[in-house]
Structures are given as structure tokens and as C-alpha cells.
């Protein structure tokens, strides 16, 4: 009798395993990206309204933005808006990064930001910059960054930028 339980246990543990292994999908590592990456990101998406957020997940405020960013961005994908995400994880944190990322299901491209140069990177997105997240920077069909959001943004602020990006 014993044996039949444990055995009758093991399949339904063995079920719920499987279960749970069809259902999750495994999170693949942003690319990398640098300053020319960026640069060469921009140029993908000329001629489109762009939102870059820059996020951690050691960033608090980050956190409880991601998943407002990603409500937006398949709020306003139907009036083309493209959206591209920034970590600035460390090696360390990948493992906390990807499960972020597995949790929330974003509807944007993300990349992680190469390791050094900090400075010149942050300068390259935007003069006087000091990499300070989140952040956010818009920018319009042409090309050019028309604004910016540095420090925790609400769904009116970005809903409000969005909007004015659109009608650019």
C-alpha cells in the first residue's frame, strides 16, 4: 500500500514538473550593446516614434516602472511607437535579470549595456547624462531626441511624453 502511494506521489509530482516545464519558457540574454551599438540601434529605428528606457533590476524604481513601459508599449504599438529596453545589470545580476524579464513578458526588444565606459556611453545617449536610472529618452521619426525622463516617471507623465512623441 505504502509503495502504491509513493508511487502514485511521484507520478503526480513527475506531472506537476512537466507541467510547470511546458509552460516556462527560458529567457534568453539580451544582447549586449555599446556606444556604437547604440548608435547603430537609433538608425534601426529612424523613422519611427522611439522610447530607450534604461533600467536594473537593482533599481527600485526601475522595477515598478517596467511593467507600466511595457502596458504602454502595446498600448501604442497600434500608432507605431517602438519601445527598446537598456539594462544596466552586472554578470552578477543575470540571474535576477532574466527572471525579471521571464516575469514580466516584455513586448520590446531589451539589450544590456557592455561592462565600462560608462562616462562616454551616457554621454553618447545624452550630453551632461550621469547614467542615472531610470531613465527614459524620446525620440522623434527624424531621428532627433525631442525629451527625456531621468528618475521615477508615472503612467500620466510618460502617457502625456508619449503622446507628444506620436504627434511629432
Request: net charge positive; with cysteine; proline share 6%.
Amino acid at each position: 500500500m505504502k509503495i502504491k502511494i509513493a508511487f502514485a506521489a511521484a507520478l503526480v509530482m513527475a506531472g506537476v514538473l512537466l507541467g510547470y516545464a511546458q509552460t516556462t519558457t527560458p529567457v534568453k540574454d539580451p544582447p549586449m550593446i555599446d556606444t556604437k551599438g547604440y548608435e547603430g540601434l537609433l538608425a534601426k529605428y529612424k523613422g519611427q516614434p522611439l522610447v530607450v528606457t534604461f533600467w536594473a533590476t537593482w533599481c527600485e524604481p526601475c522595477r515598478d516602472e517596467y511593467p507600466m513601459l511595457n502596458g504602454l508599449a502595446k498600448e501604442y504599438a497600434p500608432k507605431g511607437l517602438k519601445v527598446v529596453g537598456i539594462s544596466l545589470d552586472q554578470d552578477g545580476d543575470l540571474i535576477l535579470m532574466r527572471r525579471f524579464l521571464a516575469r514580466y513578458k516584455p513586448v520590446f526588444p531589451n539589450y544590456r549595456k557592455v561592462k565600462g565606459d560608462e562616462d562616454a556611453f551616457a554621454n553618447g545617449v545624452m550630453k551632461g547624462w550621469n547614467g542615472s536610472i531610470p531613465a527614459s529618452f524620446f525620440y522623434a521619426k527624424d531621428g532627433s531626441q525631442i525629451g527625456h525622463l531621468v528618475g521615477a516617471g508615472d503612467h500620466d507623465t510618460y502617457d502625456a511624453a508619449i503622446r507628444t512623441l506620436l504627434a511629432k
